[in-house]
């Protein structure tokens, strides 16, 4: 099954949670349930975002679109991101005024509608698991699942307590949980998005290796305006200017050079980089522009 069919038969499953949930909270009036339809919500809208992504990722380059539209499942990601951490925000501000005024909540009712969200909930990860690592779209869109699932598991020990011993503020202890989760991880994979659309050095690679090793090879004098970084999920782009020895440009040596850079960027370290561009410079070039500066 590829990753739009798993995301078409998740965004399915999840909204089918947002009905089960709305009819829980009008039902039951839960705060604990009242997040977790929100968080639902704002699942099932990220993975129509996710859904929508994916396919508009398989578009072919163009030449105002020389990477297509690969970066979108970075954007898609930095979206579900803000909106679980608005959700959060939304639950602890809303448990302040909860605590000290709880409402009775059916507990039986809620148990209920726990049960079956929870059932579509881990349906839904199922769905996901098996492509949970491909990028960074499909691994927001299974975070959100799973912890919306963990949060509807709150939300039915929260019926169990409030059944058994009738203690109502434990819908508020719920909720706070429920946010708690989500908060930590939306803030991990904001910090994530934002490395990349921000153009940082992708995780795992360091550049001074990459530097020492440049320097190392045969006829290699410096090398400088050394870039490196992520347009999507597998696909790392690295550029540097490399100064060699004047007579690698009549002797030869400067296409050896050239692939054996090529080679070591691909295989050497723990980042692979399929996209690595070199500029020689003659050694003779850079003096001349270092004279002109």
Not at 105 to 133: F, K, T, W, Y
Not at 273 to 280: G, M, V
Request: hydrophobic letters at 55%.
């Amino acid at each position: 099954m590829n990753v739009t069919k798993r995301l078409g038969i998740a965004f399915g499953l999840i909204f089918s949670i947002v009905v089960v949930q709305l009819v829980g909270v009008l039902l039951t009036g839960s705060l604990a349930l009242a997040v977790d339809i929100v968080h639902s919500l704002a699942d099932s809208v990220g993975l129509l975002v996710a859904l929508i992504t994916a396919i508009l990722m398989n578009r072919p380059p163009a030449k105002n679109r020389t990477w297509g539209l690969r970066r979108l499942e970075v954007v898609s990601a930095l979206f579900q991101s803000l909106a679980l951490a608005g959700i959060s925000i939304f639950a602890f501000v809303s448990a302040i005024s909860r605590w000290q005024h709880p409402h009775d909540i059916a507990g039986e009712h809620l148990i209920i509608v726990g049960i079956l969200s929870l059932i579509l909930n881990v349906s839904a990860a199922v769905v996901l698991m098996g492509e949970r690592d491909a990028n960074f779209n499909i691994r927001a869109a299974f975070l959100e699942v799973v912890m919306d699932a963990l949060g509807t598991l709150a939300v039915v020990v929260s019926g169990i307590v409030m059944a058994a011993t009738g203690y109502a503020r434990m819908d508020t202890i719920a909720a706070v949980v429920i946010a708690l989760m989500i908060f930590p991880r939306a803030v991990k994979l904001a910090k994530e998005t934002l490395a990349v659309l921000l153009e940082f050095v992708p995780e795992g690679l360091d550049l001074d290796e990459v530097r020492a090793y440049i320097l190392e090879q045969p006829h290699v004098v410096d090398v400088h305006d050394l870039h490196a970084s992520t347009i999507g999920t597998g696909l790392v782009q690295l550029s540097a200017h490399v100064v060699v020895e004047d007579r690698c440009f009549r002797d030869g040596c400067a296409p050896e050079t050239l692939t054996v850079l090529q080679q070591a960027m691909r295989n050497k370290f723990p980042v692979q980089i399929e996209h690595a561009t070199f500029q020689l410079e003659a050694t003779s070039q850079e003096a001349e522009c270092h004279v002109r500066n």
